[in-house]
């Protein structure tokens, strides 16, 4: 068999991905991939963000060879993801969030090298690997502790870790930090990056449903709905993919008791947010276009009869891009399963 | 220089990270003393001192004993061979074992090693029980004989577990309800408890299903000689053991291939909310 060249083939590749499950027979089919083209190159992180039932899982576990292809091609590190699936084994590594890994009996450490094994790692190579990965997630006391007596979130970095025991070329991050909390979800999301910088060629997959999380650590982005790739791109050109503009949200009163809410002002798309009965305000968004006058938006609001209380202004984030090209917030709807 | 291949040293340390999960376990959770050594043995000195009670030769005691003591192993294969995948696809850890490179072979083979090793301690329970308290006694035997008798014994009784987890696959959810319908009727038709030739033409079936009858039987004639009441000669036995082990491992790699397979084209591997 002969061994792809890291220099030539992408990472991970995918062309016309179609899967389609079925729960039983004569039940409808449910089409989690539509047929999706993916290019992936080494040394990137690259993002899958999409909506519960986007097919970001779909995709992970047919690329980590848990699942066949309805039809199209799947190749990871060169290698075709069914052909030659022991060869892709060899160079990937998983982590799901909210996985339960390993058994409850033995120790953080006995759980790390039973995985390194797994992967066929030499013990001279495993053991300090191990002690390294076990100071990244912060487990240093709970290193003897058996995995059962670990708390969630505890156990939740320990699976961080073992997707990285064996070193592997091409890692899939499938939502990592899910449930963690803010300061151990930085610490993994920083390693990862160092992760990449520390060796060329290294890769990540990862899905995730926070967007920060996508904007901070992806090279690139997919957005995916439906089974389908709706944009692919750096976060940049995604974010400026939506039209000019600023993003302006209000808080404003009835100044005038019974003054209708404007749908529209100076010919400007107004969405109505959250009351606060608390202030007797509302919230109100809207995008200025570009050479709009915030001013005159304020005085036509007066008019309209509310008085303005707050205004903030904010750049276009990755969460607009996506909204306007889902159609949706990500956690507005989730797909159809 | 590597003196054995990659793939080789890779299914090696898989298998011993796997058995090492068994054989700690054993030593960690010693709620097993309760679980696996004394209620299992409870049967077996039920049936020493019925007959007992019932003046029959002291022979059938120890017949008892040498089949309590394999009821353990029984137990192992089918609970915690058996099933074992099954719980690791509960746990959602299946997953992760079927994406590692090394062979599923390996895995399993750890399994049953490391049960296999655990299950020794349990059974010596059973052993002692029944040297020192109800005192049986054996023939003078032949330790190869014995050893090539136990050891086939237990490595057919591996292999179909081998065989059963990647049946498993196929039918993950009834994997609770299909152990608990294999236990009682291989008991019974084993004849752990009493002299299988007693079973007739069905015993003789029996023997030809499954390899724990074979074993009994076997075990029983190298150390009670014609006390035991054989239903086959010994060496007849042993074949027919090493052919259940070839043919069981064959079955195991083959069925496993098979099962991945369908399981990755259905999408079993993983638990549906995952």
């Known amino acids: ?337 | 220089m590597r003196l054995l291949p990659r793939d080789l040293v890779l299914d090696l340390r898989a298998m011993n990270a796997r058995a090492y999960v068994r054989i700690v376990g054993s030593f960690r959770q010693l709620d097993w003393v309760i679980s696996d050594a004394v209620l299992p043995n409870l049967g077996m000195c039920a049936f020493v001192l019925l007959y007992r009670a019932l003046g029959a030769p002291k022979s059938y005691e120890a017949l008892a004993v040498i089949g309590g003591i394999l009821t353990t192993y029984w137990i192992n294969v089918l609970w915690g061979m058996g099933a074992q995948l099954y719980w690791e696809k509960q746990a959602g850890q299946l997953q992760l074992l079927f994406a590692a490179p090394c062979s599923r072979m390996a895995i399993l083979s750890g399994m049953a090693l490391g049960g296999f090793a655990s299950t020794l301690l349990r059974s010596l329970v059973g052993v002692a029980i029944g040297i020192w308290v109800f005192h049986v006694r054996v023939e003078t035997f032949s330790p190869w004989l014995f050893t090539a008798v136990f050891v086939l014994t237990m490595s057919s009784l591996y292999a179909l577990g081998m065989t059963f987890a990647s049946l498993f696959l196929l039918y993950g959810r009834e994997a609770w309800h299909t152990c608990t319908a294999l236990t009682e009727p291989v008991y019974f038709l084993s004849g752990l408890y009493f002299p299988i030739r007693t079973l007739g033409a069905l015993g003789a079936v029996a023997a030809g299903l499954l390899p724990l009858t074979l074993g009994v039987d076997a075990l029983r004639q190298v150390l009670l000689g014609p006390a035991a009441h054989g239903l086959l000669p010994v060496r007849t036995e042993l074949l027919a053991l090493l052919a259940f082990t070839v043919v069981l491992l064959f079955a195991a790699r083959a069925s496993m291939r098979w099962l991945e397979s369908l399981a990755k084209r259905e999408g079993r591997l993983t638990l549906r909310w995952q």
């Open chain 1, 1 to 337: 068999m002969s061994v792809p060249s890291s220099a030539t083939v992408p990472a991970v590749e995918a062309r016309t991905l179609r899967r389609v499950f079925r729960a039983s027979r004569g039940s409808p089919e449910v089409v989690a991939l539509v047929g999706i083209d993916l290019r992936i190159e080494h040394g990137e992180v690259f993002g899958l963000l999409g909506p519960n039932g986007a097919g970001k899982t779909t995709a992970i576990k047919i690329f980590n060879t848990l699942l066949f292809p309805t039809s199209g091609e799947a190749r990871v590190a060169g290698f075709d993801v069914v052909r030659e699936a022991q060869e892709v084994r060899r160079r990937i590594g998983l982590v799901s969030g909210g996985e339960n890994s390993g058994y409850g009996i033995l120790t953080v450490r006995e759980c790390l090298w039973m995985f390194s094994q797994f992967y066929g790692i030499p013990g001279h190579e495993a053991r300090p690997r191990i002690e390294r990965l076990i100071e990244v997630v912060q487990l240093g006391p709970q290193a003897g502790t058996r995995i059962n007596r670990l708390s969630t979130g505890q156990r939740q970095r320990m699976n961080f870790a073992r997707g990285f025991v064996s070193d592997p070329e091409i890692l899939f991050l499938d939502e990592p930090t899910l449930g963690m909390d803010v300061t151990a979800a930085r610490i993994l999301r920083e390693f990862v990056l160092e992760w990449v910088r520390e060796r060329a060629g290294r890769t990540v997959l990862l899905t995730t449903h926070y967007m920060a999380e996508a904007d901070q650590m992806c090279d690139r982005l997919a957005i995916v709905d439906r089974g389908r790739v709706l944009a692919c791109d750096t976060p940049a050109a995604l974010r400026r993919s939506v039209e000019g503009g600023q993003h302006v949200e209000l808080e404003v009163r009835e100044r005038v008791p019974g003054a209708p809410p404007a749908n529209e002002v100076l010919g400007v798309a107004v969405a109505w947010g959250a009351p606060h009965p608390e202030r007797g305000t509302l919230t109100l968004k809207l995008r200025l276009p570009d050479g709009a006058v915030l001013g005159g938006l304020l005085r036509a609001l007066e008019e309209g009869g509310w008085s303005v209380q707050g205004v903030s202004t904010r750049e276009t984030s990755l969460e607009d891009a996506f909204i306007r090209i889902v159609g949706r917030g990500l956690e507005d709807a989730e797909a159809p399963s």
